[in-house]
Protein backbone atom coordinates (compact mmCIF):
# COMPACT_ATOMS: atom_id res chain seq x y z
CA UNK A 1 0.00 0.00 0.00
CA UNK A 2 2.93 2.47 0.76
CA UNK A 3 4.57 1.45 -2.28
CA UNK A 4 1.52 2.21 -4.16
CA UNK A 5 1.25 5.61 -2.52
CA UNK A 6 4.70 6.69 -2.87
CA UNK A 7 4.38 5.73 -6.35
CA UNK A 8 1.44 7.77 -7.54
CA UNK A 9 2.44 10.53 -5.99
CA UNK A 10 5.95 10.56 -7.36
CA UNK A 11 4.30 11.84 -10.14
CA UNK A 12 2.42 14.82 -9.35
CA UNK A 13 4.98 15.71 -6.82
CA UNK A 14 7.11 17.80 -9.06
CA UNK A 15 4.32 19.24 -10.18
CA UNK A 16 3.66 20.78 -6.95
CA UNK A 17 7.07 21.57 -6.60
CA UNK A 18 6.84 23.26 -9.48
CA UNK A 19 3.67 25.43 -8.90
CA UNK A 20 4.89 26.95 -5.87
CA UNK A 21 8.41 27.97 -7.31
CA UNK A 22 6.35 29.85 -10.20
CA UNK A 23 3.94 31.36 -7.79
CA UNK A 24 7.08 32.52 -5.40
CA UNK A 25 8.24 33.55 -8.75
CA UNK A 26 5.13 35.44 -9.44
CA UNK A 27 4.91 36.76 -6.10
CA UNK A 28 8.22 38.02 -6.26
CA UNK A 29 7.95 40.23 -9.88
CA UNK A 30 7.43 43.39 -9.39
CA UNK A 31 4.49 45.00 -10.94
CA UNK A 32 4.35 47.11 -13.66
CA UNK A 33 2.44 50.75 -13.33
CA UNK A 34 0.35 52.15 -16.18
CA UNK A 35 0.07 55.69 -15.93
CA UNK A 36 -2.44 57.04 -17.66
CA UNK A 37 -4.32 60.03 -19.32
CA UNK A 38 -7.73 60.67 -21.06
CA UNK A 39 -7.81 63.54 -23.27
CA UNK A 40 -10.60 65.40 -25.67
CA UNK A 41 -9.20 64.74 -28.88
CA UNK A 42 -9.69 68.49 -30.25
CA UNK A 43 -8.83 70.48 -26.94
CA UNK A 44 -6.30 68.05 -25.66
CA UNK A 45 -7.75 68.90 -22.30
CA UNK A 46 -7.94 65.99 -19.58
CA UNK A 47 -11.39 65.23 -19.70
CA UNK A 48 -13.50 62.64 -17.05
CA UNK A 49 -14.77 59.57 -18.68
CA UNK A 50 -15.04 55.30 -17.85
CA UNK A 51 -12.35 53.25 -17.96
CA UNK A 52 -12.17 49.64 -18.55
CA UNK A 53 -8.98 47.26 -17.78
CA UNK A 54 -9.15 44.18 -18.88
CA UNK A 55 -6.01 41.49 -18.77
CA UNK A 56 -6.07 39.28 -22.10
CA UNK A 57 -7.21 36.53 -19.85
CA UNK A 58 -10.39 38.56 -19.36
CA UNK A 59 -10.13 39.87 -15.74
CA UNK A 60 -11.24 43.30 -15.14
CA UNK A 61 -9.35 45.54 -13.38
CA UNK A 62 -9.79 48.90 -11.45
CA UNK A 63 -7.96 52.02 -11.61
CA UNK A 64 -7.19 55.33 -9.18
CA UNK A 65 -7.07 59.05 -9.82
CA UNK A 66 -4.03 60.84 -9.56
CA UNK A 67 -5.18 63.88 -7.81
CA UNK A 68 -8.59 64.02 -8.61
CA UNK A 69 -11.84 61.31 -7.76
CA UNK A 70 -12.28 57.99 -9.22
CA UNK A 71 -15.20 55.80 -8.84
CA UNK A 72 -14.96 52.02 -9.05
CA UNK A 73 -18.47 49.80 -10.19
CA UNK A 74 -17.83 46.05 -9.77
CA UNK A 75 -21.57 44.73 -10.51
CA UNK A 76 -22.65 40.94 -11.30
CA UNK A 77 -25.32 39.53 -12.32
CA UNK A 78 -26.11 35.48 -13.98
CA UNK A 79 -23.20 35.28 -16.60
CA UNK A 80 -22.73 38.79 -17.39
CA UNK A 81 -20.46 41.50 -15.40
CA UNK A 82 -19.87 45.63 -15.39
CA UNK A 83 -16.73 46.55 -13.87
CA UNK A 84 -15.35 50.05 -14.71
CA UNK A 85 -13.67 53.08 -13.15
CA UNK A 86 -14.93 56.56 -13.32
CA UNK A 87 -12.82 59.11 -14.04
CA UNK A 88 -12.27 62.79 -12.86
CA UNK A 89 -10.49 65.05 -15.69
CA UNK A 90 -6.87 63.71 -13.79
CA UNK A 91 -4.69 61.00 -14.94
CA UNK A 92 -4.86 57.87 -13.58
CA UNK A 93 -3.06 55.00 -13.06
CA UNK A 94 -2.88 51.32 -12.37
CA UNK A 95 -0.86 48.66 -10.76
CA UNK A 96 -1.27 45.25 -12.27
CA UNK A 97 0.96 42.10 -12.55
CA UNK A 98 3.36 42.35 -16.43
CA UNK A 99 0.73 41.05 -19.36
CA UNK A 100 -1.01 42.61 -22.19
CA UNK A 101 -4.09 44.58 -21.66
CA UNK A 102 -7.18 46.28 -23.61
CA UNK A 103 -7.82 49.48 -22.94
CA UNK A 104 -11.36 51.10 -23.51
CA UNK A 105 -12.91 54.25 -22.80
CA UNK A 106 -16.27 55.92 -22.83
CA UNK A 107 -17.77 59.35 -21.79
CA UNK A 108 -21.30 58.82 -22.42
CA UNK A 109 -23.20 59.02 -25.55
CA UNK A 110 -21.50 61.52 -27.58
CA UNK A 111 -17.79 61.16 -27.77
CA UNK A 112 -16.87 57.91 -29.91
CA UNK A 113 -15.36 55.32 -28.24
CA UNK A 114 -11.42 54.68 -27.62
CA UNK A 115 -10.05 50.92 -27.36
CA UNK A 116 -6.32 50.37 -26.83
CA UNK A 117 -4.23 47.46 -26.55
CA UNK A 118 -0.89 47.46 -24.09
CA UNK A 119 1.62 45.51 -23.22
CA UNK A 120 2.88 46.04 -19.80
CA UNK A 121 6.88 44.95 -18.57
CA UNK A 122 8.02 45.63 -15.26
CA UNK A 123 8.31 49.03 -13.99
CA UNK A 124 6.50 51.80 -15.33
CA UNK A 125 4.57 52.56 -18.36
CA UNK A 126 2.35 55.46 -20.42
CA UNK A 127 -0.57 56.09 -21.96
CA UNK A 128 -2.42 58.94 -23.40
CA UNK A 129 -6.01 57.88 -24.97
CA UNK A 130 -7.87 60.90 -26.97
CA UNK A 131 -11.66 60.46 -27.51
CA UNK A 132 -13.37 62.03 -30.24
CA UNK A 133 -16.69 63.91 -29.99
CA UNK A 134 -18.87 63.06 -32.46
CA UNK A 135 -21.78 65.10 -31.70
CA UNK A 136 -22.82 68.05 -29.59
CA UNK A 137 -26.37 67.59 -28.20
CA UNK A 138 -25.99 70.65 -25.56
CA UNK A 139 -25.54 72.78 -28.23
CA UNK A 140 -28.41 71.98 -30.11
CA UNK A 141 -30.59 72.42 -27.47
CA UNK A 142 -30.77 68.82 -26.47
CA UNK A 143 -30.51 67.95 -22.71
CA UNK A 144 -29.81 64.70 -21.10
CA UNK A 145 -31.21 62.74 -17.98
CA UNK A 146 -31.93 59.21 -16.29
CA UNK A 147 -35.09 58.47 -13.75
CA UNK A 148 -34.19 55.08 -12.38
CA UNK A 149 -30.50 55.73 -10.40
CA UNK A 150 -29.40 53.89 -7.78
CA UNK A 151 -25.66 55.21 -7.10
CA UNK A 152 -25.40 57.27 -4.12
CA UNK A 153 -24.93 61.27 -3.83
CA UNK A 154 -21.69 61.40 -3.29
CA UNK A 155 -20.71 59.22 -6.35
CA UNK A 156 -22.80 61.34 -8.55
CA UNK A 157 -20.93 64.64 -9.18
CA UNK A 158 -18.41 62.27 -10.92
CA UNK A 159 -20.78 60.25 -12.99
CA UNK A 160 -22.51 62.92 -14.25
CA UNK A 161 -19.57 64.52 -15.61
CA UNK A 162 -18.01 61.03 -16.57
CA UNK A 163 -21.04 60.24 -18.79
CA UNK A 164 -22.02 64.19 -19.30
CA UNK A 165 -25.79 63.56 -17.88
CA UNK A 166 -27.28 67.14 -17.21
CA UNK A 167 -29.96 65.76 -14.93
CA UNK A 168 -30.20 62.72 -12.23
CA UNK A 169 -33.00 62.08 -10.45
CA UNK A 170 -31.52 59.43 -7.79
CA UNK A 171 -34.06 56.88 -6.19
CA UNK A 172 -32.67 58.43 -2.25
CA UNK A 173 -36.26 56.32 -0.92
CA UNK A 174 -36.95 52.75 -2.27
CA UNK A 175 -39.38 50.67 -0.44
CA UNK A 176 -40.26 46.63 -1.40
CA UNK A 177 -42.90 45.75 1.02
CA UNK A 178 -46.91 46.61 0.83
CA UNK A 179 -46.64 47.54 4.71
CA UNK A 180 -43.78 49.96 4.41
CA UNK A 181 -43.40 53.81 4.30
CA UNK A 182 -40.52 55.18 2.60
CA UNK A 183 -40.08 57.86 5.47
CA UNK A 184 -39.63 55.26 7.98
CA UNK A 185 -38.67 51.42 6.28
CA UNK A 186 -36.10 53.13 3.76
CA UNK A 187 -33.91 50.50 1.59
CA UNK A 188 -31.76 53.51 1.06
CA UNK A 189 -29.30 54.18 3.88
CA UNK A 190 -28.79 57.95 2.44
CA UNK A 191 -32.41 59.30 3.14
CA UNK A 192 -32.79 62.73 2.11
CA UNK A 193 -34.76 65.07 3.92
CA UNK A 194 -34.26 68.33 2.35
CA UNK A 195 -35.44 69.40 -1.28
CA UNK A 196 -33.01 71.79 -2.74
CA UNK A 197 -31.27 70.93 -6.12
CA UNK A 198 -27.66 70.03 -6.52
CA UNK A 199 -25.70 71.72 -8.90
CA UNK A 200 -22.59 70.36 -9.94
CA UNK A 201 -21.89 72.95 -12.20
CA UNK A 202 -24.41 75.21 -14.30
CA UNK A 203 -25.60 72.16 -16.74
CA UNK A 204 -25.48 69.30 -14.58
CA UNK A 205 -27.62 69.10 -11.66
CA UNK A 206 -29.02 66.35 -9.37
CA UNK A 207 -32.69 67.11 -7.76
CA UNK A 208 -31.94 64.39 -4.53
CA UNK A 209 -35.81 63.69 -3.38
CA UNK A 210 -37.31 61.07 -5.90
CA UNK A 211 -39.05 57.31 -3.60
CA UNK A 212 -38.96 53.94 -5.82
CA UNK A 213 -42.34 51.83 -4.90
CA UNK A 214 -40.72 48.63 -5.82
CA UNK A 215 -43.39 46.18 -4.48
CA UNK A 216 -42.28 42.34 -4.57
CA UNK A 217 -43.33 41.29 -0.87
CA UNK A 218 -47.00 41.41 0.79
CA UNK A 219 -47.14 40.61 4.61
CA UNK A 220 -43.45 39.28 4.54
CA UNK A 221 -44.33 37.17 1.62
CA UNK A 222 -42.86 36.91 -2.15
CA UNK A 223 -45.66 38.83 -4.08
CA UNK A 224 -44.47 40.90 -6.94
CA UNK A 225 -46.35 43.84 -7.93
CA UNK A 226 -44.02 45.82 -9.52
CA UNK A 227 -42.21 49.16 -9.33
CA UNK A 228 -43.58 53.27 -9.80
CA UNK A 229 -41.25 55.81 -9.52
CA UNK A 230 -42.27 59.56 -7.87
CA UNK A 231 -39.97 61.72 -8.95
CA UNK A 232 -39.21 65.49 -8.12
CA UNK A 233 -41.33 65.65 -4.87
CA UNK A 234 -40.67 67.97 -1.73
CA UNK A 235 -40.18 66.21 1.59
CA UNK A 236 -40.22 62.26 1.91
CA UNK A 237 -43.59 60.44 1.51
CA UNK A 238 -44.68 58.23 4.58
CA UNK A 239 -47.64 56.27 2.69
CA UNK A 240 -47.44 52.66 1.98
CA UNK A 241 -48.79 51.25 -1.30
CA UNK A 242 -50.97 49.43 -2.62
CA UNK A 243 -53.24 51.50 -2.74
CA UNK A 244 -51.40 53.60 -4.91
CA UNK A 245 -54.35 56.14 -4.74
CA UNK A 246 -53.48 57.71 -1.85
CA UNK A 247 -49.43 57.89 -2.40
CA UNK A 248 -50.47 60.10 -5.91
CA UNK A 249 -52.33 62.39 -4.40
CA UNK A 250 -49.51 63.14 -2.25
CA UNK A 251 -47.17 63.22 -4.92
CA UNK A 252 -49.66 65.21 -7.18
CA UNK A 253 -50.42 67.92 -4.30
CA UNK A 254 -45.97 68.17 -4.22
CA UNK A 255 -45.84 68.44 -8.20
CA UNK A 256 -44.22 65.39 -8.55
CA UNK A 257 -44.05 63.40 -11.56
CA UNK A 258 -45.00 59.57 -11.83
CA UNK A 259 -43.00 57.45 -14.08
CA UNK A 260 -43.68 53.69 -14.47
CA UNK A 261 -40.64 50.89 -14.48
CA UNK A 262 -41.65 48.11 -16.80
CA UNK A 263 -44.33 47.45 -18.85
CA UNK A 264 -44.28 43.93 -17.45
CA UNK A 265 -45.14 43.89 -13.91
CA UNK A 266 -47.54 42.69 -12.55
CA UNK A 267 -49.49 46.01 -11.49
CA UNK A 268 -47.94 48.37 -14.45
CA UNK A 269 -51.61 48.05 -16.72
CA UNK A 270 -53.11 49.08 -13.63
CA UNK A 271 -51.16 51.94 -12.66
CA UNK A 272 -51.83 54.11 -16.10
CA UNK A 273 -55.92 54.39 -15.97
CA UNK A 274 -55.42 54.49 -11.65
CA UNK A 275 -52.53 56.39 -10.86
CA UNK A 276 -52.48 58.60 -14.45
CA UNK A 277 -48.83 57.69 -14.98
CA UNK A 278 -46.88 60.74 -16.61
CA UNK A 279 -44.07 58.48 -18.02
CA UNK A 280 -43.14 54.85 -19.72
CA UNK A 281 -39.46 53.86 -19.46
CA UNK A 282 -39.17 52.81 -23.20
CA UNK A 283 -35.70 51.99 -22.47
CA UNK A 284 -35.45 50.78 -19.27
CA UNK A 285 -32.80 48.76 -16.55
CA UNK A 286 -33.33 45.19 -18.75
CA UNK A 287 -31.18 46.78 -21.20
CA UNK A 288 -27.50 47.03 -20.19
CA UNK A 289 -24.17 47.88 -22.30
CA UNK A 290 -23.47 43.87 -21.19
CA UNK A 291 -25.60 40.75 -22.39
CA UNK A 292 -29.20 40.45 -22.17
CA UNK A 293 -30.59 38.50 -19.23
CA UNK A 294 -34.03 39.13 -18.87
CA UNK A 295 -35.54 36.11 -21.56
CA UNK A 296 -37.70 35.06 -19.12
CA UNK A 297 -38.96 38.15 -17.30
CA UNK A 298 -43.09 37.55 -16.81
CA UNK A 299 -43.13 35.59 -20.30
CA UNK A 300 -46.73 34.99 -19.76
CA UNK A 301 -47.53 38.75 -20.21
CA UNK A 302 -46.12 38.77 -23.74
CA UNK A 303 -49.20 38.44 -26.23
CA UNK A 304 -49.33 36.23 -29.31
CA UNK A 305 -50.50 39.12 -31.19
CA UNK A 306 -47.29 41.10 -30.74
CA UNK A 307 -45.45 38.84 -32.47
CA UNK A 308 -41.91 39.66 -30.69
CA UNK A 309 -38.84 37.94 -31.89
CA UNK A 310 -37.88 34.76 -29.79
CA UNK A 311 -34.92 32.52 -29.88
CA UNK A 312 -35.09 28.79 -28.39
CA UNK A 313 -38.57 29.66 -26.83
CA UNK A 314 -37.27 32.70 -25.06
CA UNK A 315 -37.98 36.14 -25.57
CA UNK A 316 -34.37 38.31 -27.31
CA UNK A 317 -33.39 41.43 -26.56
CA UNK A 318 -34.78 42.81 -29.39
CA UNK A 319 -37.68 40.89 -28.41
CA UNK A 320 -37.99 43.04 -25.28
CA UNK A 321 -37.63 46.09 -26.84
CA UNK A 322 -40.56 45.49 -29.13
CA UNK A 323 -42.89 44.56 -26.47
CA UNK A 324 -42.35 47.85 -24.93
CA UNK A 325 -42.90 49.58 -27.93
CA UNK A 326 -45.90 47.84 -28.71
CA UNK A 327 -47.15 48.24 -25.06
CA UNK A 328 -46.97 51.86 -25.44
CA UNK A 329 -48.35 52.58 -28.63
CA UNK A 330 -51.73 49.84 -27.21
CA UNK A 331 -51.29 52.60 -24.52
CA UNK A 332 -51.12 55.69 -26.64
CA UNK A 333 -53.95 54.23 -28.43
CA UNK A 334 -56.66 54.38 -25.78
CA UNK A 335 -56.18 57.91 -25.59
CA UNK A 336 -53.47 57.51 -22.47
CA UNK A 337 -50.98 60.57 -23.13
CA UNK A 338 -47.90 59.09 -21.55
CA UNK A 339 -44.23 60.73 -22.41
CA UNK A 340 -41.03 58.31 -22.45
CA UNK A 341 -38.59 58.39 -19.99
CA UNK A 342 -35.20 55.97 -19.39
CA UNK A 343 -33.68 54.30 -16.47
CA UNK A 344 -30.98 52.02 -16.10
CA UNK A 345 -30.68 51.03 -12.11
CA UNK A 346 -27.33 51.68 -12.28
CA UNK A 347 -26.16 50.78 -8.65
CA UNK A 348 -28.23 47.80 -8.47
CA UNK A 349 -27.60 46.08 -12.32
CA UNK A 350 -24.68 45.73 -14.29
CA UNK A 351 -24.76 48.70 -16.28
CA UNK A 352 -23.61 51.99 -16.72
CA UNK A 353 -24.67 55.24 -15.57
CA UNK A 354 -26.72 56.67 -17.95
CA UNK A 355 -26.43 54.21 -20.54
CA UNK A 356 -30.43 54.62 -21.68
CA UNK A 357 -31.33 58.27 -21.32
CA UNK A 358 -33.41 60.81 -22.21
CA UNK A 359 -32.72 63.69 -23.99
CA UNK A 360 -35.03 67.03 -23.43
CA UNK A 361 -35.31 69.66 -25.96
CA UNK A 362 -35.24 73.52 -24.50
CA UNK A 363 -35.78 76.66 -26.37
CA UNK A 364 -32.84 78.50 -24.41
CA UNK A 365 -30.26 78.03 -21.76
CA UNK A 366 -30.64 74.95 -19.94
CA UNK A 367 -32.32 75.13 -16.02
CA UNK A 368 -34.01 72.58 -14.00
CA UNK A 369 -37.87 73.65 -13.92
CA UNK A 370 -37.65 73.69 -17.78
CA UNK A 371 -36.31 70.48 -18.50
CA UNK A 372 -38.35 68.33 -15.97
CA UNK A 373 -41.54 70.38 -17.26
CA UNK A 374 -40.04 69.28 -20.88
CA UNK A 375 -39.61 65.54 -19.71
CA UNK A 376 -43.62 65.66 -18.61
CA UNK A 377 -44.65 66.58 -22.03
CA UNK A 378 -42.73 65.05 -24.29
CA UNK A 379 -40.81 67.43 -25.97
CA UNK A 380 -37.84 64.39 -25.49
CA UNK A 381 -36.83 61.43 -27.91
CA UNK A 382 -35.02 58.46 -25.70
CA UNK A 383 -32.31 56.67 -26.81
CA UNK A 384 -29.65 53.99 -25.93
CA UNK A 385 -27.31 55.23 -28.95
CA UNK A 386 -28.20 56.93 -31.52
CA UNK A 387 -29.18 60.62 -31.71
CA UNK A 388 -32.47 62.00 -32.74
CA UNK A 389 -33.52 65.44 -34.17
CA UNK A 390 -36.89 65.83 -36.02
CA UNK A 391 -39.86 68.60 -35.96
CA UNK A 392 -43.26 67.95 -37.40
CA UNK A 393 -44.44 70.57 -39.32
CA UNK A 394 -41.73 72.53 -37.25
CA UNK A 395 -42.92 71.57 -34.23
CA UNK A 396 -40.84 69.31 -32.01
CA UNK A 397 -42.17 66.00 -29.85
CA UNK A 398 -45.11 66.03 -27.15
CA UNK A 399 -47.06 69.18 -29.23
CA UNK A 400 -50.09 69.19 -31.24
CA UNK A 401 -51.28 69.92 -34.40
CA UNK A 402 -55.10 70.83 -34.97
CA UNK A 403 -56.88 70.48 -38.11
CA UNK A 404 -60.18 72.03 -39.66
CA UNK A 405 -63.51 69.88 -39.90
CA UNK A 406 -63.22 67.41 -43.08
CA UNK A 407 -59.73 67.84 -43.74
CA UNK A 408 -56.76 66.10 -44.01
CA UNK A 409 -53.12 67.31 -42.01
CA UNK A 410 -50.16 67.04 -44.10
CA UNK A 411 -47.16 66.75 -41.83
CA UNK A 412 -43.74 67.45 -42.72
CA UNK A 413 -41.73 65.62 -40.59
CA UNK A 414 -37.88 66.93 -40.83
CA UNK A 415 -34.31 65.55 -39.11
CA UNK A 416 -31.80 63.77 -38.70
CA UNK A 417 -30.84 60.41 -37.16
CA UNK A 418 -27.14 60.34 -36.18
CA UNK A 419 -25.32 57.11 -34.84
CA UNK A 420 -21.51 55.96 -33.82
CA UNK A 421 -23.18 52.14 -34.92
CA UNK A 422 -24.56 51.45 -38.68
CA UNK A 423 -28.06 52.59 -38.91
CA UNK A 424 -30.19 49.57 -39.36
CA UNK A 425 -33.55 51.60 -40.17
CA UNK A 426 -35.48 55.20 -39.43
CA UNK A 427 -39.08 54.50 -39.50
CA UNK A 428 -42.17 56.68 -39.37
CA UNK A 429 -45.11 55.38 -37.03
CA UNK A 430 -48.51 56.26 -37.01
CA UNK A 431 -50.53 54.77 -34.32
CA UNK A 432 -48.30 52.08 -33.73
CA UNK A 433 -47.97 51.04 -37.34
CA UNK A 434 -44.63 51.86 -39.72
CA UNK A 435 -45.93 54.03 -42.35
CA UNK A 436 -42.82 54.63 -43.52
CA UNK A 437 -39.06 53.37 -43.76
CA UNK A 438 -36.15 54.75 -44.79
CA UNK A 439 -32.81 52.53 -45.91
CA UNK A 440 -30.03 51.93 -43.15
CA UNK A 441 -26.70 53.64 -43.36
CA UNK A 442 -23.76 51.42 -43.34
CA UNK A 443 -21.20 53.93 -44.46
CA UNK A 444 -19.66 56.43 -41.94
CA UNK A 445 -18.30 59.87 -42.46
CA UNK A 446 -15.75 60.55 -39.95
CA UNK A 447 -17.08 57.95 -37.60
CA UNK A 448 -20.86 58.61 -38.02
CA UNK A 449 -23.45 57.23 -39.51
CA UNK A 450 -26.25 59.87 -40.88
CA UNK A 451 -29.51 59.65 -42.19
CA UNK A 452 -31.29 62.90 -43.12
CA UNK A 453 -35.53 62.93 -42.56
CA UNK A 454 -37.63 64.70 -44.64
CA UNK A 455 -40.90 63.35 -45.97
CA UNK A 456 -44.71 64.04 -46.04
CA UNK A 457 -47.13 62.19 -44.28
CA UNK A 458 -51.12 62.39 -44.76
CA UNK A 459 -53.49 62.21 -41.39
CA UNK A 460 -56.63 61.60 -42.38
CA UNK A 461 -58.14 60.82 -38.56
CA UNK A 462 -56.63 61.84 -35.61
CA UNK A 463 -53.24 60.34 -35.03
CA UNK A 464 -49.78 60.49 -33.02
CA UNK A 465 -46.65 60.18 -34.94
CA UNK A 466 -43.51 59.46 -33.98
CA UNK A 467 -39.54 58.18 -35.14
CA UNK A 468 -37.80 55.53 -34.24
CA UNK A 469 -34.25 54.26 -35.50
CA UNK A 470 -32.23 50.90 -34.85
CA UNK A 471 -28.40 50.67 -35.05
CA UNK A 472 -26.23 47.91 -34.91
CA UNK A 473 -24.17 47.76 -31.81
CA UNK A 474 -21.39 44.73 -31.90
CA UNK A 475 -22.09 41.66 -32.23
CA UNK A 476 -24.96 43.07 -33.71
CA UNK A 477 -27.03 43.83 -30.30
CA UNK A 478 -29.62 46.23 -30.94
CA UNK A 479 -29.74 50.33 -30.21
CA UNK A 480 -32.37 52.58 -30.65
CA UNK A 481 -33.59 56.57 -30.41
CA UNK A 482 -37.22 56.93 -30.27
CA UNK A 483 -39.17 60.22 -30.13
CA UNK A 484 -42.55 61.34 -28.23
CA UNK A 485 -45.10 61.47 -29.85
CA UNK A 486 -46.74 64.75 -31.72
CA UNK A 487 -50.58 64.49 -31.89
CA UNK A 488 -52.82 65.48 -34.95
CA UNK A 489 -55.91 65.95 -33.56
CA UNK A 490 -58.88 66.01 -36.43
CA UNK A 491 -62.57 67.40 -35.00
CA UNK A 492 -65.16 64.85 -35.34
CA UNK A 493 -62.43 62.03 -35.78
CA UNK A 494 -61.16 60.95 -32.53
CA UNK A 495 -58.55 58.09 -32.17
CA UNK A 496 -59.94 54.76 -31.30
CA UNK A 497 -58.09 52.36 -29.67
CA UNK A 498 -57.63 48.81 -31.63
CA UNK A 499 -59.95 45.82 -29.92
CA UNK A 500 -56.85 43.49 -29.98
CA UNK A 501 -54.70 46.17 -27.60
CA UNK A 502 -57.87 46.76 -25.41
CA UNK A 503 -58.50 42.86 -25.33
CA UNK A 504 -54.74 42.85 -24.16
CA UNK A 505 -54.93 45.12 -21.44
CA UNK A 506 -58.27 44.16 -20.08
CA UNK A 507 -57.08 41.23 -19.68
CA UNK A 508 -54.09 42.05 -17.90
CA UNK A 509 -56.22 43.78 -15.37
CA UNK A 510 -58.49 41.01 -14.70
CA UNK A 511 -56.54 38.71 -14.44
CA UNK A 512 -54.50 40.55 -11.50
CA UNK A 513 -57.70 40.31 -10.15
CA UNK A 514 -57.33 37.55 -9.44
CA UNK A 515 -54.26 36.88 -8.44
CA UNK A 516 -54.19 39.63 -5.71
CA UNK A 517 -57.92 38.64 -4.50
CA UNK A 518 -57.39 37.35 -0.96
CA UNK A 519 -53.82 38.90 -0.35
CA UNK A 520 -54.31 42.71 -1.18
CA UNK A 521 -56.66 45.02 0.75
CA UNK A 522 -60.22 45.17 -0.78
CA UNK A 523 -59.19 48.84 -1.45
CA UNK A 524 -56.30 47.65 -3.27
CA UNK A 525 -57.99 44.93 -5.27
CA UNK A 526 -60.94 47.63 -6.22
CA UNK A 527 -57.76 49.67 -7.95
CA UNK A 528 -57.46 47.07 -9.93
CA UNK A 529 -61.20 46.65 -10.68
CA UNK A 530 -61.49 50.24 -11.42
CA UNK A 531 -58.28 49.98 -14.34
CA UNK A 532 -60.38 46.83 -15.55
CA UNK A 533 -63.51 48.82 -15.93
CA UNK A 534 -61.94 51.75 -17.66
CA UNK A 535 -60.44 49.03 -20.31
CA UNK A 536 -63.90 47.78 -20.83
CA UNK A 537 -65.32 50.96 -21.73
CA UNK A 538 -62.57 51.83 -24.16
CA UNK A 539 -63.38 48.36 -25.42
CA UNK A 540 -67.34 49.56 -26.60
CA UNK A 541 -65.48 52.40 -28.74
CA UNK A 542 -62.86 50.30 -29.89
CA UNK A 543 -62.40 49.28 -33.89
Not at 197 to 214: A, M, Q, S
Not at 217 to 245: M, Q
Not at 508 to 535: M, N, P, Q
Request: charged share 20%; with cysteine; aromatic share 10%.
Amino acid sequence: MATRFCSRHSIWFPSIVAFFISLQALSAQTPATLHGRIIDADTRQLIPARLYLESDSGEFHLAQSVGGAAVPYEKRRREVEEVHTSLSAHPFEASLPPGTYHLTVERGKEYLPNTQTITLEEGETSITIPLKRWINMNDAGWFSGETHVHRPLSELRTLMLCEELNVALPLTAWVRGAEDSPLKNNLNPELVLNRDLIEVDPTHVIWPLNTEYEITEVAGERHPLGALFILNHKKPLDLSAPPVGPVVKEARKQGAILDLDKHNWPWSMMLVPTAGVNLFQLTNNHLWRADFVFSSFFPDYVPEYMDVEHEDGLITERGWIDYGFQTYYALLNCGFDIMPSAGTASGVHPVPFGFGRVYVKLDGEFDYDSWIDGLKKGYSFVTTSPMLNVTYNGQGPGKRISGSDGKAVKVRIQGWVRSPDPIDSVEIIQNGDVVHTLPGVGTAEAGVYSQEIDLWIEVTDSSWLAVRSFAQWKNNRPRFAHSAPVFVDLPGKSLRPRTVEVEYLLKRAEEEITRHTGVLSKDAVDEFRAAAETYRELLEIAR
